[in-house]
């Protein structure tokens, strides 16, 4: 009996601790009680296992010899100190014993076992090592993130999912003339949104508060009221309280914007005065074919009649062509099929003492011909025209022209064939009493391509370039 009243009367029996313990004890937590000389009396199965100790190497010794001298000035003392005085006391510190290096979550707890006296320090530690790797790596990202948000070159807004600004950076506030404390708080809308393009704003900001990405070039007021142009990207983000919120990336355009307008007025500009230009030659050469109009009515020789209208005729087809750039929007290309219907359209009114019926079969690819390729070969397509309206078809009763234009791979290729009496391709150029072969072999030269002439029941032109 006087052996286990002794027992109750100490408060570090094992029984006493246990029983002391009970409304904190936790099997997972690393939990000791020492004495007031902050020395071991006791550690649970736990504890053993996190450090690798056996109990007799921990009874009876102090923080001090387990843990080291400079750490246990520095770190643990003065916590003990204060948990014998009667606080609770709460802190985390690295704790290394050998090669094991922990975080650990420390409570310290005054040991009261029978009543007020403090007769120790009961000391609960939990392994927060995963969490601290965590916390801290999220402190370096979240680090990072506010130097990369600061250091932007480009103004930079966070707004919460009302649209209200929980953020800008010094870019911001350069751009838009609003500090953080103005912004704070405020929508979006209602400090950078003109009032005429609200609407627009508002649709933005909803869009990536629902979870998509935008990007537009648009128009936004400074404090001031100075309107800027700019180029704006929303994206959603995830805020620390799991909240979707905007992301919106300002960038001045405004200097662009201006540039890009003054390109557009000179290039409008020389557009219009291109197009003078080419209804200038188009009139031009109207004058010149009325010249040889008025030239015609004192020339008393057929055949030298017949060399003046060829001539307007040469004329008259580039002309069309300076009246199809005046009258578009492209000024280096043209419509090849309305032109060539043009052409041929002016050839029937002009030979009026050729066959009438004659059918022509427009076989042409909607291909936009460049201006420096159209001019000879609008020649070509009057000089082949031409000759079959003037020699094909004297005893053909049902003339037929063929015309076809298409690009083949990297090449065009066109053909222009008749039903005619054909031609005998054995002459030479140079041998026609007519120019007409002799140019457009020239003209199909000019183009860098190559000229074929088949006569079997009628006469074909094929031109590759």
Sequence with gaps: MDTQHAFSKDPFHHDIILKTLQSTLNVNDYISVLDRDCTYRYVNLAYKKYFNLDEADILGKTHKELFGAEFYKKTIRPNLEKCLQGESVHYSAWYKHNKIQRYISVTCLPYRPFGD???????????TTELKNISDKHKIQKAYFENLFQQSPDAIAILDNNDRVVNVNDAFTELFGYTLRESLGKPINSLVVPDDLKKEGLEATM?????????????????SGKLIHVSIIGKPILMENNQLAVYGIYRDITRRKKTEEKIARDLKEKEVLLKEIHHRVKNNMQIISSLLNMQIRYVKDEADKEIFRESQNRIKSMALIHERLYKSDDLTHISFEEYTRKVVSYLLASYESGPKNIDFIFDIEDLAIPINQAIPLGL??????????KYAFKDTPKPVIHISLHKIDSRFEMIIQDNGCGLDLSKKPEESKTMGIHLIKTLTAQLHGTLDMESDQGLAYTIHW
Excluded at 380 to 389: C, K, Q
């Design 117 to 127: 006296a403090i007769m120790g320090i009961i000391i609960n530690g939990r392994d």
């Design 207 to 223: 869009s990536v508060a629902s979870g998509q990405n935008i990007s537009l070039e648009t128009v936004r007021k400074t404090k």
């Design 380 to 389: 070509i397509v009057n000089e082949i025209i031409s000759n079959s309206l």
